[in-house]
């Protein structure tokens, strides 16, 4: 069920939070519980729309690739759990949620919780006065002493940055892809979604083609970060994709035209492919954290450099949470990953209030949700 719009009471302490939560997406309700947990009482959770609203914008056929199973029990947490204790799958009984049962199960954790809310609030400039952080809303000015950005990738999609690239629909602007028109698809990008897109698709019969600047589906690597999914792979093997799908590795786009009602690519080979259908972008997205970058040292490789405890390295107590998290070549797009960290700012953010931590962290420990030495990650799969 979707929250009503509540404003909190008045933040004690003068007005001023301990710490606001930017977005109530996987990361944000999830460091939110953190932060319940670990005794912070006076934050608040602050979104420009509502819980899970990226979530509910998924096209309507696209699900989960990493799957949920009840393994709590022995301690092992739902692979796509954001909460200690909590599983995806037994609350919900779906291996594979699309986007909006994930976006029911969010508002139903922010509802059990009592989280802290403010919905239809767009945060529009976050600055540094001395040891407060004045937050800008379209009619006001939050304060907080810490601050969490959680606002996530989805609502920010890269444009793929080629000539023409302008003229395609990015996939996260598609309601549904049964209801797409016409028989022919171009798709630019083959990773997770571009592959989706193709599914669903190649399912309705069309026609589809998926060019990559790189080669997804043949890289080596086990982690999922950088290759594609098992989900993803058993799908390139479903009869109706190998009968409608082509795919094409080490292809790069040089431009996109559109002249008498069709779409022609060209590839920097110099081939060309043409459709009456709009391409399809599935180029991902540049990163909500362009937002907050200000307030960061950047990595040579565009992502923010963080502390131990994922705060910046030039602004204390503005901190990071989800899918553009990066510690040296770590990467933690997935909520499996990423939501190990935010028992480590809530840690932070408690102990900066004086609040003793031995037990939220033993706690989070146990369950696998406090990742605090890293030397464990990167690790290949065995090939057996
Ligand atoms: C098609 C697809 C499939 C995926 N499948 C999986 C999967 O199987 N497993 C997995 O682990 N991950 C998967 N992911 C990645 C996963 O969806 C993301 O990691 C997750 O959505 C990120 O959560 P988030 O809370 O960081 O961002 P979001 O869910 O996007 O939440 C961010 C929130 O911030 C709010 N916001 C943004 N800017 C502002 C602002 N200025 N002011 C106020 N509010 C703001 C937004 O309204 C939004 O509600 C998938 C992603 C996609 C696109």
């Known amino acids: 069920m979707t929250q009503d719009t509540t404003t909190p009471s008045e933040a004690k302490n003068e007005g001023i939070y301990d710490a606001i939560i930017i977005g109530a997406g996987a990361a944000g309700v999830g460091v939110a519980i953190a932060l319940t947990h670990a005794g912070v009482e006076n934050y608040l959770l602050v979104d420009r729309d509502h819980v899970g609203s990226s979530f509910e914008s998924w096209p309507a056929e696209t699900r989960f690739i990493t799957p949920s199973f009840p393994s709590n029990s022995i301690g092992m947490l739902d692979l796509n759990s954001i909460a200690i204790g909590v599983s995806p799958a037994y609350s919900m009984r779906v291996e594979h949620p699309t986007g909006q049962e994930y976006a029911k199960h969010l508002q139903s954790l922010a509802e059990f919780f009592e989280l802290p809310i403010m919905e239809n609030t767009n945060i529009t400039s976050i600055e540094k006065e001395g040891e407060k952080f004045l937050l800008k809303t379209e009619n006001s000015t939050l304060v907080a002493k810490n601050v969490v950005w959680a606002g996530g990738e989805y609502q920010y999609p890269s444009q793929g940055g080629f000539i023409g690239s302008d003229l395609c629909l990015h996939n996260s602007l598609v309601e549904k892809y049964g209801d797409l028109p016409g028989d022919d698809y171009l798709i630019i990008?083959?990773?997770?979604?571009?592959?989706?897109?193709?599914?669903?698709?190649?399912?309705?019969?069309?026609?589809?083609?998926?060019?990559?600047?790189?080669?997804?589906?043949?890289?080596?690597?086990?982690?999922?970060?950088?290759?594609?999914?098992?989900?993803?792979?058993?799908?390139?093997?479903?009869?109706?994709?190998?009968?409608?799908?082509?795919?094409?590795?080490?292809?790069?786009?040089?431009?996109?035209?559109?002249?008498?009602?069709?779409?022609?690519?060209?590839?920097?080979?110099?081939?060309?492919?043409?459709?009456?259908?709009?391409?399809?972008l599935a180029t991902g997205f540049s990163g909500g954290h362009k937002f907050v970058s200000h307030l960061f040292e950047e990595r040579p490789d565009g992502f923010l450099s963080l502390t131990e405890q994922d705060e910046s390295t030039i602004t204390s107590g503005m901190y990071l949470?989800?899918?553009?998290?990066?510690?040296?070549?770590?990467?933690?797009?997935?909520?499996?990953?990423?939501?190990?960290?935010?028992?480590?700012?809530?840690?932070?953010?408690?102990?900066?209030?004086?609040?003793?931590?031995?037990?939220?962290?033993?706690?989070?420990?146990?369950?696998?949700?406090?990742l605090d030495d890293l030397s464990c990650c990167?690790?290949?799969?065995?090939?057996c």
Not at 218 to 229: A, F, H, K, N
Not at 357 to 364: D, G, I, N, P, S
Not at 378 to 383: F, H, I, R, S, Y
């Open 378 to 383: 990167g690790q290949e799969c065995l090939t």
């Open 321 to 370: 949470c989800g899918p553009s998290l990066r510690h040296d070549g770590h990467i933690f797009c997935f909520i499996f990953k990423y939501r190990q960290r935010f028992g480590i700012v809530a840690e932070a953010i408690a102990s900066s209030s004086d609040i003793p931590t031995e037990e939220f962290v033993a706690a989070y420990k146990s369950w696998g949700m406090y």
């Open 189 to 280: 990008g083959g990773y997770e979604s571009g592959i989706d897109a193709a599914y669903h698709l190649a399912k309705k019969g069309k026609k589809v083609k998926v060019f990559d600047a790189n080669c997804p589906w043949g890289d080596e690597s086990s982690d999922p970060s950088i290759s594609l999914s098992t989900f993803s792979y058993e799908r390139i093997l479903d009869p109706m994709f190998e009968e409608n799908v082509e795919l094409f590795g080490e292809t790069k786009i040089y431009s996109v035209t559109h002249k008498d009602g069709v779409y022609e690519i060209t590839t920097e080979e110099g081939e060309k492919y043409r459709t009456k259908e709009r391409p399809l």
